[in-house]
T-cell receptor, first 117, second 115 residues
Framework: GAGVSQSPRYKVTKRGQDVALRCDPI?????LYWYRQALGQGPEFLTYFNYEAQQDKSGLPNDRFSAERPEGSISTLTIQRTEQRDSAMYRC???????????????FGPGTRLTVL | AQKVTQAQTEISVVEKEDVTLDCVYE???????LFWYKQPPSGELVFLIR????DEQNEISGRYSWNFQKSTSSFNFTITASQVVDSAVYFC????????????WGAGTKLIIKP
């Protein structure tokens, strides 16, 4: 079946512009996660959804970052007033379930490479 | 502290050699999960294995094998008869049971397989 998809794959924007990154999880997956990955490092957790509810947004760096998943499927990560330090690979992952006491496998999308000029 | 250490930043071997990637973790939990992911040059993150802390059996999948040793808090990954296509960055990750969705990642080991 289809894996996690993300769009766009590459995004170049000018400092100060808003960007919206999209994630389409594996069909039937309840949980969705956003990560940011700098070059040469492991992914850094940003936020997590169970169905449409945002369960944890503690990893979002500041209030310029927001995410939503209004119908419990596709999710959008929005970065307002982008800055050069926002340049990174943004990854989305999904898992079948995500409940306390049980860790399911997270399957990752190809990522969106964001470059802020 | 919850932490994953992949001490090998980069390993380079010649094709057909065996290679072991080390992963050492720290956690206060008695129940946890460990993962390995592969990031090839194309950039995607590919899931390889998930292991529950109660299951200390070693696992083999083709040329890949994993050695989980709770006594030394290690979850090492061995590739037998390496191939050029194995060239990638490999990440080890830990998921504590009380934070099932928060993966704690190692810094990754870049594996280079030379033809």
């Amino acid at each position: 079946g289809a894996g996690v998809s993300q769009s766009p794959r590459y995004k170049v924007t000018k400092r100060g512009q808003d960007v919206a990154l999209r994630c389409d999880p594996i069909s039937g997956h309840v949980s969705l996660y956003w990560y940011r990955q700098a070059l040469g490092q492991g992914p850094e957790f940003l936020t997590y959804f169970n169905y449409e509810a945002q369960q944890d947004k503690s990893g979002l760096p500041n209030d310029r970052f927001s995410a939503e998943r209004p119908e419990g499927s596709i999710s959008t990560l929005t970065i307002q007033r982008t800055e050069q330090r926002d340049s990174a690979m943004y990854r989305c992952a999904s898992s079948l379930v995500g409940m306390r006491g049980f860790t399911d496998t997270q399957y990752f999308g190809p990522g969106t490479r964001l470059t802020v000029l | 502290a919850q932490k994953v250490t992949q001490a090998q930043t980069e390993i380079s071997v010649v094709e057909k050699e065996d290679v072991t990637l080390d992963c050492v973790y720290e956690t206060r939990d008695t129940t946890y999960y460990l993962f390995w992911y592969k990031q090839p040059p194309s950039g995607e993150l590919v899931f390889l294995i998930r292991r529950n802390s109660f299951d200390e059996q070693n696992e083999i999948s083709g040329r890949y094998s994993w050695n989980f040793q709770k006594s030394t808090s290690s979850f090492n990954f061995t590739i037998t008869a390496s191939q050029v296509v194995d060239s990638a960055v490999y990440f080890c990750a830990l998921s504590p049971i009380d934070s099932n969705y928060q993966l704690i990642w190692g810094a990754g080991t870049k594996l280079i397989i030379k033809p």
